[in-house]
């Protein structure tokens, strides 16, 4: 079939953001005929040209006397192929979603306004423009007008044959069927349009294409708006201006956004997948090896880092952890095989973590440098009697120790089973016995020092610090190790009880009241459950 047009018809000039496939159903309009049907008698059949065949282009060009600046300017808003799945759009690389979706949509205010005072059927005159087609784009600036779907053609010869579809719409378009609410554009859509129109950005957007930026903002908008997505249908508007808000006062602006988001993540299921919500699993996932998102991951790979606890080896937006920053109760406990609440006592006296922390445990952090040596050490604690054991000690005598500050348990928390630290003993016993002098077994001149200390009344402190000082000569039990072999001359307690004694006999003087209760296992005559302290 050969095109019948007007003698001497008049090809028409391509309007501005104009794409090829809009400019040919123009043209095949002044033909009486449509795009298909046009383009096969110019030689360059449709398909080929959807194909973005570079013999049908030149053709098209050649017969439609299309200049090369016109042309390029053509293909520039119609977006070409860049291989399989990416596109060049305005100069830009795109993935080739971004700009290819069955969904076209486009302003009905720009459409009628084509038609006003056309002399060819409306549809004829209408020219749909290249930003429509952008994903990121959701506003007319020049109208106000939100862009609206149009029509759905899941085949590409359907979705760009401009002419027969806007023909099937365009009682809709004149009727203003299709007419939304008016808005007023938001820093991100005048930033956008602009950027197409001529690339004028003043941003610190300017180092970073299109594409990253407009699918940052809208991800980073969906994060910060979170509470709202399920019941707000312009969710894409605002998340792109809430997200653009942000984003364009440079990085730092980004990462306080980002804590924002993860100071909401109270929960004891919200990990940093469901805190940041698409944020993360696109950039996680889909566009994990597109380097121009890799700043951008980086701030987001951070801001996790210090709000959640991941262990070292684990992989986190792309990349392994070397170090864990952070632990929780809840990994904490894992990692060293103790219970959570018995774990709490311990982090709470260390002061990694508070006593009225209300989150749940999952969600309890503390720095895990920090505490490092408590979490290597509370698994090496033990109970009362390994700890007599380690260090050759009765009952009586480490609860004395206990009492008097001698030895201090890791926790003094009653619930917790193991509070003592082994070392803690086995150094101690070792301090106190070193140089200590043979000792028979059958010396009665000679006794232990909780004996000493219940005999003459001198703290166990005292004689511990007198042997210290070596006021107090030491000796080893025969046949008896460890703490319990300790003993000491009772003639040299003796002398150190004296001052003692004197002190204590001056201030019962002072009290007639005072009757001393006989004992027969108190040689002071005064019944004591511990050791006296004046």
């Known amino acids: 079939m050969k095109v019948s047009g007007k003698p001497g018809a008049v090809h028409p000039t391509p309007k501005p953001r104009e794409t090829l496939y809009s400019y040919l159903s123009r043209l095949a309009a002044v033909w009486r005929t449509d795009a298909p049907e046009l383009t096969y008698d110019m030689g360059a059949p449709f398909r080929r040209l959807l194909e973005q065949d570079m013999g049908a282009l030149e053709t098209v060009a050649d017969w439609a006397k299309l200049s090369p600046d016109v042309m390029t300017e053509l293909l520039s808003w119609t977006g070409i192929r860049a291989g399989n799945v990416r596109m060049e759009f305005r100069g830009e690389l795109y993935v080739s979603r971004a700009i290819r979706n069955p969904i076209m949509r486009g302003c009905p205010v720009c459409l009628r306004e084509d038609a006003a005072g056309a002399t060819e059927p409306a549809y004829a005159a209408m020219s749909m423009r290249g930003d429509w087609q ?22 590409p ?16 378009i004149l009727s203003g069927a299709f007419d939304r609410p008016l808005r007023e554009p938001s820093g991100y859509d005048l930033w956008l349009d602009r950027r197409l129109d001529d690339g004028t950005d003043a941003t610190w957007f300017s180092d970073h294409t299109v594409y990253v930026v407009t699918t940052l903002c809208r991800l980073l908008g969906q994060a910060l708006l979170k509470e709202d997505t399920h019941k707000d249908d312009q969710l894409s508007d605002r ?25 909401r993540a109270t929960g004891a299921l919200d990990e940093a997948g469901k805190a940041f919500g698409p944020l993360y699993s ?10 121009g998102f890799d700043p ?31 632990h929780s109760v809840t990994t904490a406990a894992t990692e060293t095989g103790i219970g959570t609440k018995v ?80 070392s803690d003993g086995v ?50 039990r025969a046949g008896v190790t460890g703490f319990h072999g300790i003993v000491v001359p009772k003639s040299d307690v003796d002398v150190l009880a004296a001052p003692a004694r004197a002190v204590r006999d001056e201030f019962l003087e002072e009290v007639p009241a005072a009757s001393p209760r006989q004992n027969s296992d108190d040689p002071s005559g005064y019944a004591m459950a511990g050791c006296f302290r004046p």
Not at 144 to 150: W, Y
Not at 301 to 318: A, F, Q
Not at 345 to 370: M, W, Y
């Open 134 to 155: 952008l994903r990121e784009a959701t506003l007319c600036v020049g109208h106000r007008h939100p862009l609206v779907p149009l029509w759905h053609a899941a085949a």
């Open 157 to 172: 010869r359907d979705r760009f044959d401009i002419g027969a579809r806007l023909r099937e719409v365009e009682a809709d």
């Open 239 to 263: 998340a792109h201006a809430a997200g653009f808000d942000v984003a364009v006062a440079g990085e730092a602006a980004i990462r306080a956004a980002l804590e924002h988001v993860a100071a």
């Open 282 to 291: 696109r950039l996680n996932r889909d566009y994990l090896h597109d380097s």
């Open 296 to 326: 951008f991951r980086d701030i987001l790979r951070d801001c996790i880092l210090e709000n959640w606890p991941i262990g070292s080896g684990e992989t986190v937006l792309g990349r392994v952890v070397p170090e864990r920053r952070l």
């Open 343 to 422: 774990l709490e006592h311990f982090l709470v006296e260390a002061g990694a973590i508070a006593a009225d922390d209300p989150r749940p445990q999952s969600r309890r952090l503390f720095d895990a440098k920090v505490y490092a040596g408590l979490m290597a050490e509370i698994p090496t604690l033990v109970g009362p009697i390994a700890m007599r054991t380690a260090m050759g000690a009765t009952r009586m005598e480490l609860a004395a120790l206990a009492e008097e500050g001698l030895l201090i348990p890791r926790t003094r928390f009653e619930k917790v089973k193991n509070p003592w630290r082994i």
């Open 427 to 476: 150094a101690f016993v070792a301090g106190l016995s070193a140089g200590a002098r043979y000792v028979a077994e059958d010396d009665t001149e000679w006794q232990t020092l909780l004996l000493a200390c219940r005999r003459s009344g001198v703290p166990l402190s005292e004689l511990i610090r007198a042997i210290g000082d070596q006021r107090l000569t030491v000796g080893q």
